[in-house]
């Protein structure tokens, strides 16, 4: 396959996110207006950040004047995960030069990590065209989402602008669902979730998505070579 053949293939699959990711950085820009951040701080929090969960719970924080401290331990809290995201990655990306590897972990969210990651373990070799042209329009997404959202934010009512938020959950099922469907799989997804969602009940905040994820990836490989096992004997 060519470079402009990857680069269109990674264009086509980028699509979906792009799609979502544009009116659900929208709302993000037009609550950040209606909280009274400056637009330039909320197009800058998408450059720098670039991550939705953070940055809406960054609004709540700023209107509840939260301490500077508090922010900066939770939002690094809230995106630990792509620790794990980048330790899966970088096998697949051993190839590449340092610099280029640096670049893609910008572009590391967790829409880009569940379609690179399966097309990667699927024994695709990932090239820089093909994984950084689709990074880059993720990235590009958002951040004119944010533009329009910061824009438009002082015109447009914070309620009907959280009517857009399902954007990111339904492009998330899209993802589970399109992926594998295997039992150890499935396992993997359902304790994720209920765990994610006991932590919600429990008001402990982005401390559910690290748990769920951590302990329902576990048990989904544990289950995973279990079914392997008699197998190869």
């Known amino acids: 396959m060519s470079r402009q053949d990857k680069i269109a293939l990674a264009l086509k699959e980028v699509l979906p996110i792009v799609l979502a990711y544009f009116p659900l950085s929208i709302t993000f820009g037009v609550l950040a207006a209606a909280s009274g951040v400056p637009w330039y701080v909320s197009v800058f929090s998408s450059v720098w950040i670039y991550s939705g969960g953070a940055q809406f719970m960054l609004i709540s924080m700023i209107e509840t004047a939260t301490a500077p401290v508090t922010i900066i331990a939770t939002i690094l809290l809230v995106n630990m995960r792509h620790v794990l995201y980048g330790a899966t990655m970088g096998p697949y990306l051993a190839h590449w030069r340092e610099p280029l590897k640096w670049l893609a972990a910008l572009g590391l969210t967790d829409e ?97 998505l690290i748990v769920g994820g951590i302990i329902g990836a576990t048990a989904g490989q544990m289950l995973g070579r279990k079914r392997i096992k008699p197998i190869r004997s």
Do not use: D
């Open 112 to 208: 880009s990590f569940v379609v690179t990651s399966n097309r990667a373990a699927a024994g695709e070799r990932l090239t820089p065209s093909y994984y950084l042209t689709f990074a880059l329009a993720a990235y590009g997404s958002w951040i004119s989402g944010t533009i329009v959202g910061a824009g438009i934010g002082g015109i447009v009512p914070s309620e009907a602008a959280t009517v857009l938020s399902f954007a990111l959950p339904a492009l998330f099922l899209a993802l589970l669902f399109g992926g594998e469907r295997t039992l150890p799989h499935l396992l993997a997804a359902c304790t994720g979730a209920a765990l994610a969602t006991l932590a919600g009940l429990l008001n402990l905040g982005g401390i559910g």
